[in-house]
């Protein structure tokens, strides 16, 4: 009897790989084939999300995820480019009275249909599109990183106090399979505690005039936006709060793309039980995104680890290295019903507005010790 | 006509690799093939080599790889187990007049047989072995670190050229071809120009009675032993010299096995064209043996990186992952035939005294950043 055509695959796989592949395939093959059969059960209760900042995250990741969402529908847009907003609404089914342009955006206020807002704007107005939107009594998901100070993170918490209402940062990481996983094999010992975790995230950058790349916009170079993953990493899988933070910065003379910000910055922290982190993130070098986490007995990885699809995740333990597959999810989806849940149910989100300001403080630590060649104690 | 097995195999594994398998594994298959049919030729002149200190790299590793070596033959034994060498003695051939102790070490000089004397005892007695056997006029090979001390290998190099020997010290991974093609992949930018060097080596120590773990036989803990391989990849990788040096250490309180020596050191450099590493050590964790060179355009690395067989490399270049396969050769033949080699030639080592002592100036700044807290200028 032929083999069927997966297993001849992966046997084949575990005598070319470095180890061997897991047995623990069998959760993802499972939850394919649950997936192949279930038809969707008709929506529960959804809240109402306005989208504010139509750019490329939002018509690529963030709208396409309301198909998958059980528990978030899109009902309105704020946009500075009315063809676009009209053009997406009608895609969307959001209705023209909908869309909002940043003039008119109080009025989100008296729009009963929106109950949550997503901030997916430029670093640097982030606090005031939260503030305004908590004081127009919506609920606030606002992306990463939170802002572009300390200060202004804690300004929005206290708005979100202020209103009542719920304030969450969009670390869609905490929210998805593989990164849940290995947060629970860390904080579970699977393989012994935890000593060093290994972190890179970066990309080579294009567009010099974008607005990355301005220090008003921005807040920072590549420590803001892309190192943030890997200081978010480090911190989720030790549950643990750094107490040392050392690090480099390097930035190539002349790159026109850097006249404002940083290429790059690498850190290093400690941890109070001791783990240390290594990590680098760079708008220099070619797409890295991935870590590792390094144990008494073994290690596992992700990478990509952060990406919007396509995670990989692979397992060290003694002489074999496995791959573990796990069913996915979207990672847009996950976050949107996360708050909506919140708020429906009335808890506090895995991600507020504290967590935030953490890393926030974290980054600013990380470029002082850049800055002054220091290790900084926090 | 059914595929040949490892085709099937190749293919397979295509399907389920992150990229795609490089076609270059044509390389390894032909010389695989060119191996298979070879009759080794019968050898030129060899050098007599001593082996001094019979531990298990030399019982497991270096005497077996006579047995590859073209340029190099074992003649002579220095040990304090008269029972053991005179049994390795009889295995490899060695006479047994030309057994020796550490008490008559000086009458090597006395044996015509011997051109080389390679060192293979704890750290602290490399510069009195290696002087005493420049002193004895023989050539020298050294093993990693070079000694505890940077004064003590300035000795070690002044007592070379006061003999007018060679003296070499074993970075076996400069004379083997993966990471010889890693130097080369990088020097000519085969992706671009390398922009980060991410390293980590290091493994969970046994025997809390070696020597490695005392102080003053190994000069430092995970550092001295294990993250030089770490500094040695991202020195020779980018053929520069670190100007910037900061560093973490940790050490697990109570652990009986780190009393004397430092657990884990984790450490950042920064060279001259603007290249930062990000490096970790430990004797605490479990087994890690890797560095990955990122470029503007994709990166390359190897995992294992520097395990004496099994080293395998992985080349990532826009979105596709090629495995590449080398012809392998056997480390410590190639590193002895490199210096019986420059003996007979009168060459200068690819790695000599000079290397060594450039990394010990740098561990000692990688201790002093890692004790003060603050980036180190070298």
């Given at each position: 009897?032929?083999?069927?055509k997966?297993?001849?695959?992966?046997?084949?796989f575990l005598r070319?790989?470095?180890?061997?592949?897991?047995?623990a395939?069998?959760?993802?093959a499972?939850a394919?084939?649950?997936g192949?059969?279930?038809?969707?059960?008709?929506p529960?209760?959804k809240?109402?999300?306005?989208?504010?900042?139509l750019?490329?995250?939002?018509?690529?990741?963030?709208?396409?995820a309301?198909a998958?969402?059980?528990?978030?529908?899109?009902?309105?847009?704020?946009?500075?480019?009315?063809?676009?907003?009209r053009?997406l609404?009608?895609?969307?089914g959001v209705?023209e009275?909908?869309?909002y342009?940043?003039?008119g955006?109080d009025?989100?206020k008296?729009n009963?249909?929106?109950?949550?807002?997503?901030?997916?704007l430029?670093?640097?107005?982030?606090?005031?599109?939260?503030?305004?939107?908590?004081k127009?009594?919506?609920?606030?998901l606002?992306?990463?990183p939170?802002?572009?100070?300390?200060?202004?993170?804690?300004?929005?918490?206290d708005?979100?106090?202020?209103?009542g209402?719920?304030?969450?940062?969009?670390y869609r990481?905490?929210?998805e399979?593989?990164?849940?996983?290995?947060i629970?094999?860390?904080?579970?010992?699977?393989?012994?505690?935890?000593?060093v975790?290994?972190a890179d995230h970066?990309?080579?950058i294009g567009?010099?005039?974008?607005w990355r790349?301005?220090?008003?916009?921005?807040?920072?170079?590549?420590m803001?936006?892309?190192?943030?993953?890997?200081?978010q990493?480090?911190?989720?899988?030790?549950?643990?709060?750094?107490?040392?933070v050392?690090a480099?910065s390097?930035?190539t003379?002349?790159?026109e793309?850097?006249?404002?910000?940083?290429?790059?910055?690498?850190f290093?922290?400690?941890?109070?039980s001791?783990?240390?982190?290594?990590?680098?993130s760079s708008?220099?070098?070619?797409?890295?995104?991935?870590?590792?986490?390094i144990t008494?007995k073994?290690?596992?990885?992700?990478e990509?680890?952060?990406?919007y699809?396509?995670?990989?995740?692979?397992?060290?333990r003694g002489?074999a290295?496995?791959e573990?597959?796990?069913?996915?999810?979207?990672?847009?989806?996950a976050?949107?019903?996360?708050?909506?849940?919140c708020?429906m149910?009335?808890?506090?989100?895995?991600?507020?507005g504290?967590e935030?300001?953490?890393?926030?403080?974290?980054?600013?630590?990380?470029?002082?010790?850049?800055?002054?060649?220091?290790t900084?104690k926090?």
């Open positions: 009897m032929p083999r069927p997966d297993d001849l695959t992966r046997r084949s070319k790989a470095p180890g061997t592949l897991a047995a395939q069998a959760l993802g499972l394919a084939k649950a192949a059969q279930q038809v969707p059960e008709p529960g209760k809240l109402g999300w306005a989208i504010v900042g750019g490329s995250l939002a018509i690529n990741q963030i709208l396409p309301f998958k969402s059980e528990k978030s529908r899109v009902v309105a847009f704020v946009s500075g480019h009315p063809d676009k907003a053009k609404a009608l895609r969307y209705p009275k909908a869309i342009d940043y003039q955006y009025a989100l008296n009963t249909e929106v109950d949550v807002v997503y901030v997916v430029p670093n640097s107005m982030h606090a005031e599109y939260t503030i305004r939107a908590l127009a009594g919506k609920h606030v606002c992306e990463k939170m802002a572009n100070t300390p200060a202004d993170c804690q300004a929005m918490i708005a979100a106090k202020q209103a209402r719920k304030l969450m940062v969009a990481c905490r929210y399979p593989y990164n849940q996983e290995m629970r094999m860390a904080r579970e010992q699977e393989l012994g505690p935890v000593k975790i290994v970066g990309f080579s567009d010099p005039t974008q790349l301005k220090k008003d916009m921005a807040g920072g170079g590549s803001m936006d892309i190192g943030i993953y890997s200081l990493a480090a911190r989720y899988v030790t549950g643990e709060e750094p107490v040392e050392a480099m390097y930035t003379p002349g790159d793309r850097f006249k404002e910000v940083e290429e790059a910055t690498d290093q922290l400690r941890f109070p001791g783990v240390l982190a290594n990590c680098t708008y220099g070098y070619s797409g890295q995104n991935r870590y590792r986490v008494t073994g290690w596992f990885e992700l990509p680890a952060t990406s699809t396509g995670l990989r995740m692979r397992v060290r002489n290295i496995e573990r597959s796990l069913s996915v999810r979207d990672h847009f989806a976050e949107m019903d996360h708050l909506s849940e708020v149910d009335g808890k506090e989100p895995l991600t507020p504290e935030g300001l953490r890393d926030m403080k974290l980054i600013m630590a990380v470029y002082e010790a850049a800055k002054t060649g220091r900084i926090v």
